[in-house]
């Protein structure tokens, strides 16, 4: 089976939640962000493509 290079295909699209109370919460954001941008932090594939 031969390795494919990622980002090639379609995103997959994930429902969001946004009725339950807890999508709204503060908190819970910022920890979900700080995760994210850890871990992108460490990457860094796409600091090519983006002016921030």
């Excluded at 995103?11 to 995760?35: I, N, Q, V």
């Excluded at 941008?37 to 460490?42: E, K, M, V």
């Amino acid at each position: 089976m031969a390795v494919k290079e990622g980002n090639l295909e379609a995103p997959t699209r994930h429902p969001l939640d946004w009725k339950r109370p807890g999508f709204y919460d503060e908190a819970s954001l910022f920890h979900e962000l700080e995760r994210v941008y850890d871990h992108c932090h460490g990457c860094r594939r796409c600091v090519s493509l983006c002016n921030a």
